[in-house]
């Protein structure tokens, strides 16, 4: 079992759409929590952490679930430029950081 | 954020020749480096954790002799290589996270990457 699991889609929505992606991990002792943005031959970058209480950042909204090892990103009203690859990142104690296989969305007009 | 740069770019070489990956964080100081590759449509893996002024910490199934590294300053570290075939052609990213000891940080700064095709 892979130690961060995510679907690899890829979503197609229309923009305005509203999408969620899920991811669960497998290390219960997992400590931080986060959701990055991959564009193509790019390198990622941090879209928000993810809290336990839930976290909003404008169109954004992540959540975590730790009893169930889960983690969510929703998207509000998707945009053209919502399209990316997005990864489920997991760190555990130190500096070790899982990365997800991502998940591909494609916003469409 | 912090800035973290890598060179070159982009890099094309023929099969068996060495190739080497520079990785400086800009505006930081970073004990701890990591190495990553990325292969088309698939994750981040990590390749080795580069530590400043000891030994590399290499994940399960990584060739430390062929995949060189060396953190010589708290602001570089550098990917080597070596005899590499096409097999090894990939997206290779650095990131550093800020601090200089094992304090609790959030986030890592990414390189922007290093493609690198082997002929």
Redesign the interface.
């Known amino acids: 079992r892979k130690e961060v699991e995510q679907d690899p889609g890829p979503f197609n929505v229309p923009e305005g759409a509203t999408v969620a992606f899920n991811c669960t991990y497998s290390n219960s002792a997992s400590q931080s929590f986060f959701w990055y943005r991959q564009d193509c031959r790019k390198e990622p970058k941090l879209l928000m952490s993810v809290y336990s209480s839930g976290n909003e950042d404008g169109r954004f909204t992540a959540q975590l679930n730790r009893a169930s090892q889960y983690i969510s990103l929703l998207i509000r009203d998707s945009k053209l430029s919502d399209s990316a690859t997005y990864l489920c990142v997991v760190k555990g104690g130190g500096f070790k950081t899982i990365f997800g296989a991502g998940t591909r969305l494609f916003v469409k007009a | 954020g912090a800035v973290v740069s890598q060179h070159p770019s982009w890099v094309i070489c023929k099969s068996g020749t060495s190739v080497k990956i520079e990785c400086r964080s800009l505006d930081f100081q970073a004990t701890?480096m990591?190495w990553?590759r990325q292969f088309p449509k698939?994750?981040?893996?990590?390749m080795a954790?580069s530590n400043e002024g000891s030994k590399a910490t290499y994940e399960q199934g990584v060739e430390k002799d062929k995949f060189l590294i060396n953190h010589a300053s708290l602001t570089l570290s550098t990917l080597t290589v070596t005899s590499a075939h096409p097999e090894d052609s990939s997206?290779y990213?650095c990131s550093a996270?800020p601090g200089t000891s094992?304090s609790n940080y959030?986030?890592?700064f990414?390189?922007?990457?290093t493609?690198l095709t082997v002929l």
């Open positions: 701890t990591f990553y698939q994750s981040l893996m990590l954790t997206f990213i996270p094992g959030n986030e890592q990414f390189g922007p990457g493609r």
